[in-house]
């Protein structure tokens, strides 16, 4: 029997932990020999889709090509992690209708911690008006309503996110064992 695909899709704010908690999600199913791939927002904007802007048209098309390649790569048995701020609810709930195998990750940290953290300096930058539309300062986020899994990662260690997640596609029967 071929491995089921399933997309994983980490929504956030900028520096809640989506890239991290992916990465971590990624090392223990590579160990286990699942086929995977990565889409992260951050190299996804440097190619599939360089030179689209950050107006909700904009974005909604990015999640909307992001959306396209999960799907061709979950049909054919890869378990798929997303990791894009993803902002609009619509969006993710069509990406979602389109993928079927879809399981929605909310990663959850209040803004403040976002920003304390500032893994990017992008937080500043936004802060200071240089960078325009910046999501949870300028630009809205649209918090999921009922994600499959949901990480607090103010309040819980990466190890907890990354169990939870795993568990979850246990519990799915997309993997075999934690
Ligand atoms: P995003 O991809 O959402 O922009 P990143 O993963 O790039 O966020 O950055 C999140 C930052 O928060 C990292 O520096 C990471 O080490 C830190 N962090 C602290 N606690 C956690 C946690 N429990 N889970 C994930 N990241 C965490």
């Not at 390649?69 to 890869?78: A, F």
């Not at 630009?139 to 997640?165: F, G, M």
Request: charged share 30%.
């Amino acid at each position: 029997m071929q491995q089921r695909g399933v997309t994983l899709w980490f929504t956030g704010l900028s520096g809640a932990g989506k890239t991290t908690i992916s990465q971590a999600v990624a090392k223990a199913l590579g160990e286990k020999g699942y086929p995977l791939e990565i889409l992260d927002g951050d190299i996804v904007r440097q190619n599939l889709t360089k030179g689209l802007g950050f107006s909700k048209e904009d974005r909604d098309e990015n999640i909307r090509r992001i959306g396209f390649v999960s799907h061709l790569l979950t049909r054919n048995g890869v378990i798929v992690l997303v990791s894009a701020i993803s902002p609009y609810r619509e969006i993710r709930q069509e990406v979602r209708e389109k993928i079927k195998d879809f399981v929605e990750v909310y990663v959850n940290a209040p803004l403040a911690v976002c920003e304390e953290r500032d893994v990017k300096g992008l937080y500043k930058r936004a802060r200071s008006g240089e960078i325009k539309a910046f999501t949870g300062i300028s630009d809205p986020y649209e918090p999921p309503i009922n994600p499959e899994i949901e990480c607090r990662t103010d309040k819980e260690e990466l190890s907890e996110s990354v169990a939870k997640v795993l568990q979850k596609l246990q519990e799915l029967d997309y993997i075999t064992s934690v």
